[in-house]
């Protein structure tokens, strides 16, 4: 069975720019999880969706947005791009409750110069 | 007090010995609690899960300490293959506004030969 599936996997921008960060979950995972991480800190969450609904947000700006669609598949979008959002973008999916067991994507690592 | 604190190390331990590394945590009302485990430049994988007192896993043991609010990991007989960082998550907010995973900094681990 494939696992959480992330694309692109490297990305590079420029500041102003705009972002789209695609994920797949697992099939039958309804939940879907996303997280910016910076070398040398934890995993930071940006939103949680199950059934195409934001279920939690952390404290990011407006620029990020997220939605998920019909086959629970989910893109993260980041408008006006900072340097500092130059990140390893993770995606995990869960069956239903984010305490549910996380699996994480590979992540996308994107550059912001 | 940071949500969720772990002692960045690294730890340098010899192949074979037993190290023990805590987290702790300011949300007293957390139930469950997760230690993940991330290699460099990979995604984090699930290690254990905390719902009691504690969980064995083989080498891994977790432990629980509701009023002292820590968790701590216990790995005996360590191989150069445990060599990674290990995240400490802690769940935050409550189920009705905006529940979510706090993850810690992570603890680096090196397991020498």
């Known amino acids: 069975d494939a696992g959480v599936t992330q694309s692109p996997t490297h990305l590079i921008k420029t500041r102003g720019q705009h972002v789209t960060l695609r994920c797949s979950p697992i099939s039958g995972h309804k939940s879907v999880s996303w997280y910016q991480q910076v070398l040398g800190q934890g995993p930071q969450f940006i939103f949680q969706y199950y059934e195409k609904e934001e279920r939690g947000r952390g404290n990011f700006p407006d620029r990020f947005s997220a939605r998920q669609f019909p086959n629970y598949s989910s893109e993260l979008n980041v408008n006006a791009l900072l340097l500092g959002d130059s990140a390893l973008y993770l995606c995990?999916?869960?069956?239903?409750?984010?305490?549910?067991?996380?699996?994480f994507g590979p992540g996308t690592r994107l550059t912001v110069l | 007090r940071k949500e969720v604190e772990q002692d960045p190390g690294p730890f340098n331990v010899p192949e074979g010995a037993t190290v023990a590394f805590n987290c702790t945590y300011s949300?007293?009302?957390?139930?469950?609690f997760f230690w993940y485990r991330q290699d460099c430049r990979k995604e984090p994988k699930l290690l254990m899960s905390v719902y009691s007192s504690g969980n064995e896993d083989g080498r891994f043991t977790a432990q629980l300490n509701r009023a002292s609010q820590y968790i701590s990991l216990l790995i005996r007989d360590s191989k150069l293959s445990d060599s990674a960082t290990y995240l400490c998550?802690?769940?935050?907010?409550?189920?009705?506004?905006?529940?979510?995973?706090?993850w810690g900094a992570g603890t680096k681990l090196i397991i020498k030969p």
């Open positions: 998550v802690v769940p935050g907010g409550t189920m009705d506004s905006n529940y979510q995973l706090i």
């Open positions: 995990a999916s869960s069956l239903v409750l984010v305490t549910d067991t996380q699996y």
């Open positions: 949300n007293s009302a957390s139930q469950s």
